[in-house]
Nanobody
Framework: QVQLVESGGGLVQAGGSLLLSCAAS????????MGWFRQAPGKEREFVAA????????SYADSVKGRFTFSRDNAKNTVYLQMNGLKPEDTSVYYC???????????????????WGQGTQVTVSS
């Protein structure tokens, strides 16, 4: 089992920045592929960013490309999502997700992730 705890959400004005963190505990290994997803009220949970187990390859949704940066520190079992240039449409609950995988392509499909955090609210005011 893997437990994930997100932090760093909050209220920010448009154009501002936030840094989300996700700490993993339990059966953490270097084989964990990680992802960030978000869900706005009344909408499906959507892909934001994902990285492979080593962090060497990362994929982003088109809507956040160039503004968000996904990084990981395997020594700390923690991943981060640096969000810059925030827009009101980025307002959502952001979830961290994990799956065991040694593949070399980031997993962008939410149904393939086995472990999820509780989510952290990000609100961007206009």
């Amino acid at each position: 089992q893997v437990q994930l705890v997100e932090s760093g959400g909050g209220l920010v004005q448009a154009g501002g920045s936030l840094l989300l963190s996700c700490a993993a505990s339990g059966r953490t290994t270097d084989n964990l592929a990680m992802g960030w997803f978000r869900q706005a009220p009344g909408k499906e949970r959507e892909f934001v960013a994902a990285t492979i187990w080593s962090g060497g390859v990362t994929s982003y949704a088109d809507s956040v490309k160039g503004r968000f940066t996904f990084s990981r520190d395997n020594a700390k079992n923690t991943v981060y999502l640096q969000m810059n240039g925030l827009k009101p449409e980025d307002t959502s609950v952001y979830y961290c997700a994990a799956r065991y995988s040694v593949g070399y392509y980031p997993t962008t499909t939410k149904d393939l992730y086995r472990y999820w955090g509780q989510g952290t609210q990000v609100t961007v005011s206009s």
